[in-house]
Structures are given as structure tokens and as C-alpha cells.
């Protein structure tokens, strides 16, 4: 089965989202991402037992610092899927790509560029 997922994700593995930390999250911004979706499994469904729980905290705790600095809590979000549900999550990836594309890019990257090019 063949899924159409936004040619411009970066899809990177962990074995469980409990081991996404803000650090990666933000630097994922300072990288030059526009926005950063996280996959965990099902809530109450998580092989490491409260991994999918930690995640989502980090996230919500992750939005509150970008909209503290201003990039926009809504630039990052979490979902829970199963192993089998490949369309949805490119039905999830379609419908973050067209978030990010409306919200326009980070506020980060636009005063990155602006400093590169008065250098």
C-alpha cells in the first residue's frame, strides 16, 4: 500500500514517543522546522508501559514555550495510532502540512534568514 505523506516530513524513530523531550522538540524549530508532529501509540496502549502519556505532557509543555517566545504553540501537536493505521496517519500528515502551510514559516526561521542576509 502506497500513502501520500507531504514530501517535505522527516520522519524520525524512536521506540517510544516517551523518549521525545522538549529539547527536541525546540531544536527541531531552531533546526528550521516550521512544525513538528508527534505519533505515539494508542493512550493506555503503550509497550513502555506510560511513554505515550510522558509525550503528550512534553508536547503540551513544548506548545506553551512557543507561544511564550512566540512561534506559535500550534505548530506542534500530538496523535495516538495503531501500528495499522498508515492511512490515517498520512490523513494526519496531509492535515499538518496544510496547518503549517497556512500559519506561513517559523517566526524563527524568518529572523534567522533576515540575520543571515544582513550579514
Known amino acids: 500500500m502506497r500513502l501520500k505523506c507531504p514530501t517535505d516530513f522527516r520522519i524520525i524513530r524512536l521506540p517510544c514517543t516517551g523518549k521525545v523531550d522538549i529539547i ?33 505532557k512534553k508536547v503540551e509543555q513544548a506548545a506553551k514555550i512557543l507561544d511564550q517566545i512566540g512561534v506559535g504553540g500550534e505548530r506542534v501537536r500530538m496523535y495516538n495510532l495503531s501500528a495499522g493505521e498508515g492511512p490515517l496517519f498520512a490523513e494526519y500528515a496531509i492535515e499538518m502540512d496544510k496547518l503549517i502551510r497556512e500559519l506561513g514559516p517559523s517566526p524563527l526561521k524568518i529572523a534567522k534568514n533576515k540575520k543571515a542576509n544582513a550579514a
Open 24 to 56: 527536541h522538540i525546540l531544536r527541531s524549530f531552531e533546526k528550521g522546522a516550521d512544525g513538528v508532529f508527534v505519533v505515539g501509540c494508542m493512550e493506555g496502549d503503550c509497550h513502555f508501559d506510560q511513554g505515550n502519556f510522558r509525550a503528550r
